[in-house]
């Protein structure tokens, strides 16, 4: 797909070229990203390892694996950030992600009632200098990617 982002960073991926953050965990059909222009720690994207633009096209073996993800990841963003719950948000709309992905955010106890719910979605509104930087998406990332290893056996 020529004007799909996401499928350019799975590209990466499958290159090795890719940073800890935008490589956390990979299964056989899904990657664990950390989203690259979120102002909250912990913002995680599960990203079908191939382009399919809507959830009716996912294969069985996708969907399936789909499920537990949504649970591990979850679980590992309570374990580590120590988030009260986690949302979970599907919407393929963006022009330069036409992909389907999943974007799994951390419920924070000290988050502002401005960023629950749907207004958790400030924090990809946020300017460059207040995004998280690439540091703490790496530590992150390291101990995301230790808690899914414990937990899912790839």
Not at 85 to 101: D, G, I, L, R, S
Request: hydrophobic share 40%; aromatic share 8%; charged share 25%.
């Amino acid at each position: 797909m020529n004007d799909c982002f996401t499928c350019e960073l799975t590209a990466q991926r499958d290159k090795g070229q890719a940073p800890l953050w935008d490589s956390i965990f990979r299964t056989p059909y899904w990657d664990v990203v950390h989203s690259y222009n979120t102002g909250l720690p912990g913002w995680l994207v599960l990203v079908a390892r191939r382009h399919i633009a809507a959830i009716d096209e996912m294969s069985e073996a996708e969907a399936a694996e789909l499920g537990n993800l949504l649970r591990c990841v979850s679980m590992s963003l309570k374990q580590v950030t120590g988030c009260l719950k986690t949302y979970v948000m599907q919407f393929a709309e963006h022009p330069q992600h036409p992909h389907v992905h999943f974007h799994i955010v951390p419920r924070m106890q000290d988050q502002p009632d401005t960023r629950r719910g749907p207004k958790v979605m400030e924090y990809l509104k946020v300017a460059e200098d207040e995004r998280v930087d690439e540091a703490t998406m790496n530590a992150l990332g390291k101990q995301i990617h230790q808690a899914l290893a414990a937990m899912i056996k790839a």
